[in-house]
C-alpha cells in the first residue's frame, strides 16, 4: 500500500499537469530565492522544477514516513545497511578527519582509515620527491594504474577534474579495459625502469583487472627481471593475501575494506594516484569537502538538506512524472568523465528492484544516466531534449570562473548553460511562429526541468562535496524507494558467466550447454579470429 504522502503527491502531480514551469515563475517573482540553495561554495537552483511550496513539503513527509533520518543515523554509526550481504557502508569514514572512534564489529574503523591516509602520505612524499627508485636505480618518472569499475572510474575522474592543480612531473595513465590496444600504447609510451603499477582491485580476483596485471608484470619481468619487477607493483585490496599471492610485496600493499564498495572507493587508497598527482594538502582538501557535505547532510533539515532535495526531485520526476533517463551534463571541461562516473554511482546503486524484505517493488527505480560536456552537447543530444517525445530533466553544473587568459571564452560557456536551461524551460515563443511554414518543425515546446549547480571554480575541496551530494543523493533515493542500494548482484551474474565462455573461446570445452547464439558466436570467433 503506497504512504499517504505517496498518494498525496500522485493528487499534486495531477493538479499541476496543465501548470507550466514558466507560469510559476510568473506567479512568483521570487521563486528563484525560494527554490535554490547554498552549502558552502555549492549553489543548488532547483526552481526550474515542477515543483510548488507544498511539493516540497510532500517530498519531505514522503522522506519522514520512509525513516530516512533513522537510515542516515544507521549508514553515519556503522550499522549493516548493506544487509543483503550483512556489512557496514563506510565510505563517509574514508574522509571523516576526526579522531573520535567508530566500532563496527568490535573494532575501531577510525584508527585504521587514519593508518592507511598515513601510508599514502608517506609514500607520496618519497615518490613525489623523487626518493622512490625502481629496480635499476631511476627516479619514477610514470604511474599506472589498474582497475575496473569505481577503481578506475573514481582515480580517472578526478585526475582529469583536477589536473590544473597538477603539481608534479609524474605522468599518471589508467587502464581499465582489457582490449590490449590500450596497453600497447601505455607501453610505448613508458619505461618499464622507471614506471611504477598500482593494482586497484577489491578482491584481488577481477578478471580484468589481473589480466591486465599479468601483462604489465611480463612487461616489467622482461627488462627487470622477476626480483626486479616486483619492486614495480603496488597492491590497493581487502584482499592482501591474493595480493601477496600474486606477488606483491607486503610493504606495497595498501588497505582497502569490506566496508567500502568499489563505486565509494575513491575516498579510500584507490584515490593514491590523485594524491601523487595533487599532493597531500590538495588531496587533504578533496577529502574534507566531502566530509563537510557529509556534516550538511547529517544535520540539515530535509528542507533544506541539499542532498535530500536533489534525490526527492529525482524522485518526483522518476515516479510521478515518469521521466525515464536523466542527464547530467557540466559546462566545465574537467568534468567530461562525471556523468560516466554517476551512471556507475547513481545505476550500480539504485538499477534494482528487489524489495527489503524480500519480493519486488512495483515502481520504477534508477533512471538511465548519461551526458557530456557542454557546449558539445548543444551540437548533439541537446536538440532531442528540446523536442524529442521524452521529457528528460537535466542536472547542468558549471563554474563561475574559467581559465584566466580566456575570460571572453569562459562568458560564452556561462551564456551557454544558462541560456540551455532557459529555452529548456520557456521553449518557442508561440507568436513568433504564427506564419511560418515550418511552425511545427521550429517548434520547441519547453517545460523541460532542470536543476543548475553552480560553484565559484573547480577546487578540490569543492569537487570532494560534489561527488558526496551526488553520493548522499543515491542513498535517500534507495531509502525512500526501498532497496538496497549497496550491493550489485547482477554485475556478479556477468562475472560467474565468462568463467563458463571462456574455456570454449580457448579452444578448452566443457559441458556447458549453450543457446544457439551464444554457440554461432563463439563458433563465428574461433573460425575468424586472425
Known amino acids: 500500500m503506497p504512504s499517504v504522502a505517496w498518494q498525496d503527491l500522485h493528487r499534486q502531480q495531477q493538479l499541476l499537469v496543465e501548470t507550466r514551469i514558466s507560469d510559476l515563475f510568473k506567479q512568483d517573482s521570487a521563486r528563484f530565492k525560494q527554490f535554490s540553495l547554498q552549502f558552502n561554495d555549492i549553489l543548488l537552483d532547483f526552481s526550474k522544477q515542477r515543483i510548488t511550496t507544498a511539493v516540497v513539503e510532500t517530498l519531505c513527509q514522503l522522506a519522514k514516513e520512509a525513516e530516512l533520518k533513522a537510515s542516515m543515523t544507521a549508514l553515519f554509526n556503522g550499522q549493516k545497511v548493506n544487509y543483503s550481504e550483512q556489512r557496514s557502508v563506510l565510505h563517509v569514514a574514508l574522509r571523516d578527519p576526526g579522531a573520535s572512534p567508530l ?124 626480483k626486479g619487477a616486483v619492486q614495480h607493483l603496488i597492491g590497493v585490496t581487502a584482499n592482501p593475501e591474493e595480493a601477496l599471492r600474486f606477488g606483491i610485496l607486503k610493504e606495497n600493499i595498501f588497505a582497502f575494506w569490506d566496508f567500502v564498495g568499489g563505486r565509494y572507493s575513491v575516498w579510500s587508497s584507490v584515490g593514491l594516484p590523485i594524491a601523487l598527482m595533487i599532493g597531500m594538502d590538495e588531496y587533504k582538501s ?127 560557456l556561462v551564456a551557454s548553460c544558462l541560456s540551455q536551461s532557459k529555452a529548456l524551460m520557456e521553449g518557442s515563443k508561440e507568436d513568433s511562429l504564427n506564419q511560418d511554414p515550418l511552425r511545427d518543425a521550429k517548434y520547441c515546446a519547453g517545460d523541460r526541468p532542470s536543476c543548475t549547480i553552480m560553484y565559484p571554480k573547480l577546487t578540490p575541496t569543492v569537487l570532494g562535496s560534489l561527488i558526496a551530494l551526488y553520493e548522499h543523493k543515491v542513498f535517500v533515493q534507495g531509502i525512500v524507494w526501498g532497496i538496497n542500494s549497496f550491493d550489485q548482484w547482477g554485475v556478479e551474474l556477468g562475472k560467474k558467466m565468462v568463467k563458463e565462455i571462456l574455456p570454449h573461446l580457448q579452444g578448452q570445452p566443457t559441458d556447458t550447454q549453450f543457446d544457439s547464439s551464444t554457440q554461432g558466436l563463439i563458433d563465428f570467433f574461433q573460425k575468424n579470429r586472425v
Not at 608517506?122 to 604511474?143: M, P, S
Not at 572510474?153 to 581499465?176: I, K
Request: aromatic fraction near 8%.
Open 103 to 226: 566500532m563496527v564489529d568490535e573494532r575501531n574503523i577510525k584508527a585504521d582509515v587514519h593508518s592507511a591516509l598515513e601510508q599514502i602520505q608517506g609514500f607520496t612524499e618519497i615518490v613525489r620527491a623523487g626518493q622512490r627508485l625502481g629496480a635499476t636505480g631511476k627516479t619514477v618518472t610514470d604511474i599506472l594504474s589498474l582497475g575496473i569499475g569505481g577503481s578506475d572510474l573514481g582515480p580517472s575522474m578526478v585526475c582529469e577534474a583536477l589536473h590544473e592543480y597538477r603539481s608534479t612531473d609524474l605522468n599518471v595513465h589508467f587502464v581499465a579495459n582489457i582490449d590490449g590496444k590500450t596497453l600497447a600504447s601505455i607501453f610505448k609510451k613508458c619505461d618499464p625502469e622507471t614506471t611504477l603499477c598500482i593494482i586497484n582491485s577489491k578482491t584481488f580476483t577481477t578478471p580484468e583487472t589481473l589480466q591486465n596485471a599479468k601483462a604489465v608484470r611480463t612487461w616489467f619481468e622482461s627488462v627487470l627481471g622477476e
Open 286 to 412: 578533496f577529502l574534507l569537502g566531502a566530509h563537510q557535505m557529509d556534516q550538511h547532510f547529517i544535520s540539515a533539515p530535509f528542507a533544506e538538506n541539499m542532498p535530500v532535495l536533489l534525490g526527492l526531485i529525482g524522485i518526483w520526476n522518476s515516479n510521478f512524472w515518469h521521466c525515464s533517463t536523466q542527464a547530467i551534463i557540466p559546462y566545465d571541461d574537467g568534468l567530461r568523465k562525471f556523468p560516466d562516473y554517476l551512471q556507475q554511482l547513481e545505476m550500480e546503486s539504485n538499477g534494482k528492484r528487489a524489495a527489503k524484505e524480500n519480493g519486488f517493488v512495483s515502481h520504477t527505480t534508477a533512471p538511465v544516466i548519461w551526458g557530456g560536456v557542454g557546449c558539445n552537447g548543444q551540437h548533439a543530444y541537446m536538440q532531442l531534449l528540446h523536442q524529442g517525445t521524452q521529457i528528460i530533466p537535466v542536472d547542468f553544473i558549471l563554474s563561475a570562473t574559467g581559465h584566466l587568459e580566456f575570460d571572453e571564452h569562459h562568458e560564452l
